[in-house]
């Protein structure tokens, strides 16, 4: 079994559905310490005047002292309301078809705005794009397992620990996080470990100009579904990482060539 943990983010970059198109199960990583403006309340979409602009779920206990699982959302309603403002300006811009079918998603998120809990809205914001997409997502949240996981370990020590329990034969990460692993922790517990490269491209715009990195949601609406579906799986790439005692980082092979392997695949590229 291949395995993705990450923590639930508020509807990422596309890069971030490469992933979760890579693995066979998904672990929505909720047991550690919250972390104030990240991307698990926020992410950016285009500004109306050009260039970046936040939308963000206002949380009601919001502190570095909850987990989060255990983040609330402070008024869901508003917070949907708001969200939608901050997309409101591409009306004039793109499709209707296009316009409808982002805000829709951002619509199934917050569902019938009862439910306070950040996580889920995050699992479900997900759950929607990968449906809208044709990426299958499979996944746990990992408070809900009841995992015995080591007390307090470094920040590349939860992924082993988890991915031993559950029994995967190898883990997929982001490349940009690879300094954070030994391999060897993971050859301990018998998974390979794979880092992830993500660059789906420069896509149209129209007359708006705006940073690469932007939430899927901007993606949506200047492109239609199959269209990103087929960006993100022909941008991603899998590179095996060995049982190397120098850093992973250190390791990492030359960028994405002839002979990598794109996700979702078969075989991985071996290491270098």
Same mark, same amino acid.
Not at 28 to 46: E, M
Not at 152 to 171: D, E, K, V
């Given at each position: /079994?291949? %395995? ?21 199960? +998904? ?22 005047? $050009?260039?970046?602009? +936040? ?65 889920? %809205? ?53 490349? $940009? $996080?690879?300094? %954070? ?18 660059? /789906? ?11 690469? $990195? ?7 609406? +200047?492109?239609?579904?199959?269209? %990103? ?44």
């Amino acid at each position: /079994m291949r %395995l993705g943990i990450m923590q639930p983010y508020f509807f990422p970059y596309p890069g971030h559905f490469g992933l979760i198109a890579s693995v066979d199960e +998904w672990i929505v990583f909720d047991v550690t310490q919250y972390t104030p403006k990240t991307w698990i309340n926020r992410n950016r979409v285009l500004h109306p005047r $050009g260039g970046p602009a +936040w939308m963000t779920v206002p949380l009601g206990n919001a502190s570095i002292s909850i987990l989060i699982r255990e983040a609330a959302i402070l008024d869901p309603p508003a917070a949907r309301a708001s969200v939608l403002g901050k997309l409101s300006h591409y009306r004039p811009h793109v499709r209707r078809a296009r316009y409808d079918r982002t805000c829709g998603l951002v619509e199934a998120a917050f569902g019938d705005g009862t439910d306070p809990s950040l996580v889920g %809205l995050d699992v479900r914001g997900l759950e929607a794009t990968c449906r809208l997409l044709g990426i299958p997502f499979r996944h746990r949240v990992c408070s809900s397992l009841g995992l015995a996981l080591p007390d307090r370990p470094g920040p590349g020590g939860w992924a082993p620990a988890i991915c031993a329990r559950l029994g995967a034969t190898s883990y997929v990460n982001p490349a $940009g $996080g690879a300094a %954070l692993f030994d391999p060897r922790d993971f050859a301990a517990a018998g998974t390979a470990l794979l880092l992830a490269r993500t660059a /789906m491209g420069a896509y149209p715009t129209g007359p708006c100009a705006g940073p690469p $990195g932007l939430s899927v949601l901007d993606a949506l609406m +200047w492109m239609d579904p199959p269209e %990103l579906a087929d960006r993100i799986r022909a941008g991603t790439v899998l590179e095996r990482v060995g049982d190397d005692p120098r850093p992973a980082a250190a390791v990492l092979p030359a960028p994405p060539g002839p002979g990598r392997v794109r996700a979702p695949g078969a075989a991985v590229a071996p290491p270098p």
